[in-house]
């Protein structure tokens, strides 16, 4: 089970990014999937979880309206738009995933166990 995270830049504030993640091992039909990110000096937080079995969503209050999870099947990723990037959406963005979850708020509440290698995102002002 591998998941491999891309997409990540430095942009100025405003600008659109979409970030990639790739899953290798295991069908992203299964287990819920999602995004956290780490900003520097902070701990680690939930940005944005699916769900396996009916697409429900989860975000984070900071990030509603701005960031866009989706799926894509046949290419086995997963995708975050992000739009009207901020300064404060700096960070290490990590996909996740943990095969003993399929509900979004369930891993979005948890520790996933498996994680990808993280890109980092970095928004000027």
């Known amino acids: 089970v591998q998941l491999q995270a891309s997409g990540g830049g430095l942009v100025q504030a405003g600008a659109t990014l979409r970030l990639s993640c790739a899953a290798s091992?295991?069908?992203?039909?299964?287990?819920?999937i999602g995004w956290f990110r780490q900003a520097p000096g902070k701990e680690r937080e939930g940005v944005s979880c699916?769900?396996?079995?009916?697409?429900?969503?989860h975000y984070a209050d900071s990030v509603k309206d701005r960031l866009t999870i989706s799926r894509d099947a046949a290419k086995n990723t997963v995708y975050l738009e992000m739009n009207n990037l901020r300064p404060e959406d700096t960070a290490v963005y990590y996909c996740a995933t943990d095969l003993g979850h399929t509900s979004s708020y369930a891993l979005y509440h948890s520790h996933p166990t498996t994680w990808g290698q993280g890109t980092l995102v970095t928004v000027s002002s």
């Open positions: 091992g295991f069908t992203l039909n299964f287990p819920a």
């Open positions: 699916l769900s396996s079995l009916n697409d429900i969503v």
